[in-house]
């Protein structure tokens, strides 16, 4: 090989909106195609095996569905990791590569919360504390109060702002980088799928005599058995979670696609020359 050859470079031309386009099509159907098989599999009984009826529960933390939200959301974070390193190696500005950095930490953090039920962990942590606190009579009797004050689950006490936090930071930092109108839409509806995620989960935790409790408003209006109500409203709830990530994830990676100039480059270096005569 002759030593002033240059290097080769082979231009792969990839049709990138067509391609994130089948993407979130494909997502959107294998969502559906969840709640569709709990409804039937699993809540519908199709199956006495309990193995597989709990593989097709979609409210499970080790099912199918569970499986698909951790990883979709996993994916969402390393399509921002590699928007940060590209935005990292323009011109943009410090603080713009370091609010990419934030969210995409964020929703890595996501990933693994979702493996791991790292809230629900941390809120029974929480309620286990003030209540051990209030029978001790120590100064931990005061998150205790907090609690007898609050009517859902333990966790929204202390993720509720920090998700809140988040979610205005993450508005506010797209609509300023996002320069697409249709991805800033995309955003608002992605944001707005999981605060309607939250906001089931909170009356999911209320007590079912509680004035807000519209499960119970429900069960009374068309004769459902509790175990109805709230499997449906739960599966509703994760199902609108994946559509809200599936939102973000083709926003994200048409932004992405942007930044490459909808193209993607890949250099072939030749071998060292042979020191061999």
């Known amino acids: 090989m002759k030593e002033n050859e240059t290097h080769q470079t ?12 089948n993407l979130a099509i494909f997502c959107v159907v294998f969502e559906i195609f969840l709640v569709l098989l709990d409804a039937f599999i699993n809540y519908g009984k199709y199956t006495d095996i309990g193995a597989i009826r709990r593989f097709c529960n979609i409210a499970r933390e080790d099912s199918l569905a569970s499986w698909f939200g951790t990883t979709q959301t996993f994916m969402v974070g390393l399509t921002l990791w590699l928007i940060a390193l590209v935005v990292k190696h323009t011109s943009a500005p410090k603080r713009t590569v370091i609010g990419w950095c934030v969210i995409a930490a964020f929703f890595t953090y996501m990933a693994v919360d979702d493996g791991a039920e790292i809230h629900e962990r941390l809120g029974t942590a929480f309620k286990s504390v003030a209540k051990s606190g209030d029978s001790a009579g120590d100064s931990s009797s005061r998150m205790s109060q907090i609690l007898d004050i609050f009517p859902s689950y333990a966790w929204q006490i202390l993720f509720a702002p920090f998700f809140g936090i988040m979610g205005m930071f993450i508005f506010i930092f797209l609509w300023r980088e996002l320069n697409s109108k249709t991805a800033r839409i995309l955003i608002i509806l992605a944001l707005s799928c999981f605060v309607m995620a939250v906001g089931l989960d909170f009356i999911e935790g209320l007590d079912k005599k509680h004035e807000w409790n519209i499960h119970t408003l429900i069960r009374k209006e068309y004769a459902l058995k509790k175990y109805t109500v709230r499997h449906f ?38 071998p060292e020359p042979s020191s061999k005569p």
């Open 10 to 21: 082979i231009q792969i031309g990839i049709h990138t909106d067509r391609m994130i386009r």
């Open 233 to 270: 409203s739960k599966s509703l709830e994760e199902f609108i979670e994946m559509v809200g990530t599936t939102l973000f994830w083709v926003a994200f990676l048409s932004h992405f696609s942007r930044l490459l100039d909808n193209g993607l480059r890949f250099f072939h270096i030749p």
